[in-house]
Antibody, heavy 125, light 108 residues
Framework: QVQLVQSGAEVKKPGASVKVSCKAS????????ISWVRQAPGQGLEWMGW????????HYAQNLQGRVTMTTDTSTSTAYMELRSLRSDDTAVYYC??????????????????WGQGTMVTVSS | SSELTQDPAVSVALGQTVRITCQGD??????ASWYQQKPGQAPVLVIY???NRPSGIPDRFSGSRSGNTASLTITGAQAEDEADYYC???????????FGGGTKLTVL
């Protein structure tokens, strides 16, 4: 079945980096973009950025520019998100999500139709 | 701060109809998508586009859009619909995605 499976929980010290993986299966990896979304404990969802699995183009949230890098390995249908210079407020569950762009005569939009199970990243000294 | 505004909490009696709204200027140009999230679980897409439901989503969930407001309506709310609901769309630049702050739905 169509699914995204993420890597396991991480505990990091402030200033370190973390790299989370997201392995896709059950569909053609390069036909859909991947977005990364995080959720701090008890908080809402925050979009971090998007990568085209077709050509590697990226768009990052402005507040993470310079600290985040998203990449893909099409040979293994895996997307990666690396976050550097970790701070305590980066403690969150990190999700990857498959994105579908759609449009009609009225408007356009994106739908995140498949989500990974989430990866807990804890930043603590 | 989010460019999409949602009411923090809404309640509905079992079997009644509830509307959850999402407001933002970008919604005049872009559709919203809606996600249901239960505690400890990943979000699930329930509505996207004009009024599209992914496979497996009950038809009591529907979506609509008017001006700068998108709405998610649950007709005949069930106990299992108690969850957090988030809208998302593009921001005003069109280059980034933004989520609303979320609405906690309580089914009484």
């Amino acid at each position: 079945q169509v699914q995204l499976v993420q890597s396991g929980a991480e505990v990091k010290k402030p200033g370190a980096s973390v790299k989370v993986s997201c392995k896709a299966s059950g569909y053609t990896f390069t036909s859909y973009g991947i977005s990364w979304v995080r959720q701090a404990p008890g908080q809402g969802l925050e979009w971090m950025g998007w990568i085209s699995t077709y050509n590697g183009n990226t768009h990052y949230a402005q507040n993470l520019q310079g600290r985040v890098t998203m990449t893909t390995d099409t040979s293994t249908s895996t997307a990666y998100m690396e976050l550097r210079s970790l701070r305590s407020d980066d403690t969150a569950v990190y999700y990857c999500a498959r994105g579908t762009y759609y449009y009609d005569s009225s408007a356009e939009g994106d739908a995140f139709d498949i989500w990974g199970q989430g990866t807990m990243v804890t930043v603590s000294s | 701060s989010s460019e999409l505004t949602q009411d923090p909490a809404v309640s509905v009696a079992l079997g009644q109809t509830v509307r959850i709204t999402c407001q933002g200027d970008s919604l005049r140009s872009y559709y919203a998508s809606w996600y249901q999230q239960k505690p400890g679980q990943a979000p699930v897409l329930v509505i996207y586009g004009k009024n599209n439901r992914p496979s497996g989503i009950p038809d009591r969930f529907s979506g609509s859009r008017s001006g700068n407001t998108a709405s998610l309506t649950i007709t005949g709310a069930q106990a299992e619909d108690e969850a957090d609901y988030y809208c998302n769309s593009r921001d005003s630049s069109g280059n980034h995605v933004v989520f609303g702050g979320g609405t906690k739905l309580t089914v009484l």
